[in-house]
């Protein structure tokens, strides 16, 4: 089974492409050997499952902490048929289920679509909930999520250094706010549950 996500990048004119896009690369480099970058702002990545959900996150607080961004995900569980020299040129279930799933979006920013409804229909309740606290990150919260779910075994304190914050008691703070540890519950909880299924 693959994983496919198909993204965009929310109100990318407010800012210069050169400030967002390395970001988004440097994120789907991170997660994957196979993405591909088309229409600007647009992207298209195979992704394991096991690293879908942080994927998600991850992306999201990165391109959140550039203020004023956001991005919308569409997922996709299937079988491949086939894979072309480029992932544009490939085909499958996986890409035809996040195709759709991209397409289904309106308020919500995430959703998935697999073979499985009963899979799906809880999921998804989990992705609007945990988007819907992420949707009120600020720059700080996003960076401190970020850094957080890059260096899972970092205490908050090492985390602080990273981010060139002056005391621990930041992170501990934006962490708590960005409701870090349910999003963390939601990641793990859907990854889990996923890799079951695949």
Same mark, same amino acid.
């Given at each position: 089974?693959? !994983?496919?996500? @198909? *993204?965009?990048?929310?109100? =990318?004119?407010?800012? $210069? &492409? ?61 079988? !491949?048929?086939? @894979? *072309?020299?480029?992932?544009? =040129?490939?085909?499958? $279930? &996986? ?104």
């Amino acid at each position: 089974m693959h !994983v496919i996500i @198909i *993204g965009d990048i929310v109100d =990318s004119r407010h800012l $210069e &492409a050169g400030i967002w896009l390395p970001v988004l690369e440097e994120v789907l480099q991170k997660y994957s050997g196979t993405f591909d970058i088309f229409r600007g702002d647009s992207f298209q990545v195979d992704i394991s499952p096991a690293k879908c959900f942080e994927f998600v996150f991850y992306l999201k607080a990165r391109i959140r902490s550039l203020g004023g961004l956001d991005v919308r995900m569409g997922i996709g569980v299937g079988e !491949v048929d086939y @894979i *072309g020299k480029e992932i544009k =040129s490939s085909n499958g $279930e &996986a890409f035809v289920l996040a195709g759709q799933a991209f397409d289904s979006l309106k308020k919500e920013l995430v959703t998935i679509q697999s073979p499985w409804t009963a899979y799906d229909v809880p999921i998804n309740i989990m992705l609007d909930l945990a988007t819907e606290l992420a949707d009120k990150w600020t720059v700080n919260m996003a960076e401190s999520i970020a850094a957080a779910l890059a260096h899972p075994q970092a205490s908050q304190q090492e985390l602080a250094t990273l981010l060139n914050r002056k005391y621990q008691s930041q992170v501990s703070t934006e962490l708590n706010k960005g409701h870090y540890a349910l999003i963390s519950k939601v990641i793990d909880y859907s990854t889990q549950e996923l890799i079951n299924r695949c």
